[in-house]
């Protein structure tokens, strides 16, 4: 059974912060990322794709992915009230691109 | 106008009734996906379609049936619906890189 775990949170992180969420996955084969934001009630919006092991920046965001050890995180630097939400990690396991799910992580960033 | 688009967005039905979600899109993608999300159990694939003569099964296909009317259109139906499938809906697009878009969301209640 392939796998894509969480911490489910909340995780609660004063403004201005870093907030760091973790994934891990299960499959070694695995070869796409990615980290979804979605607000209460929204649908989930595409924040970062990875595919190779190491940092990749966007803006505030810098996703980071390690093969060897099965991980991929996001770290969100000064962090924003707005950033509130849950953070969902998928995972591409094989070559027609379906993805699996990890459940979520509810971030809080306190004014 | 959004690029994925769903109808209805909220739906109250009965134990045993026929539904049908539609999906609708205008960013000419060729995958379209229909997925299911159940507080704590994150995202689940139900069905997706890589062009309009190819439908596939996913992780939770059964009490569900799909049709790829055409590129831009695809129907997500509940032949005979029961309470358990009481669930928030998505429907996704994607490219070959599996970067997923998704729409509003259906939000499906069966008594």
């Known amino acids: 059974q392939k796998e894509v775990e969480q911490n489910s949170g909340p995780l609660s992180v004063p403004e201005g912060a870093i907030a760091s969420l973790n994934c891990t996955y299960s499959?070694?084969?695995?070869?796409?990322f990615f980290w979804y934001r979605q607000y209460s009630g929204k649908s989930p919006e595409l924040i970062m794709s990875i595919y190779s092991n190491g940092d990749k920046e966007d803006g505030r965001f810098t996703a980071q992915l390690n093969k060897a050890s099965q991980y991929v995180s996001l770290l969100i630097r000064d962090s924003q009230p707005s950033d509130s939400a849950t953070y969902l990690c998928a995972v591409n396991t094989g070559s027609n691109y379906q993805l699996i799910w990890g459940a979520g992580t509810k971030l809080i960033i306190k004014p | 106008d959004a690029d994925v688009t769903q109808t209805p967005r909220n739906r109250i039905t009965k134990t045993g009734k026929r539904i049908m979600l539609e999906c609708s899109q205008t960013?000419?993608?060729?995958?379209m996906y229909w997925y299911r999300q159940d507080p704590g159990l994150g995202l689940r694939l139900i069905y997706y379609?890589?062009?309009?003569?190819?439908?596939n099964k996913g992780e939770i296909s059964d009490g569900y049936s799909v049709s790829r009317q055409a590129q831009a259109k695809f129907s997500l139906s509940l032949e005979s619906a029961i309470p358990n499938q009481t669930a928030l809906y998505f429907c996704a697009t994607s490219l070959y890189t599996g970067e997923l878009f998704f729409g509003e969301g259906s939000r499906l209640t069966v008594l």
């Open positions: 379609s890589f062009d309009v003569k190819d439908i």
């Open positions: 960013k000419g993608h060729d995958r």
């Open positions: 499959d070694r084969v695995s070869q796409s």
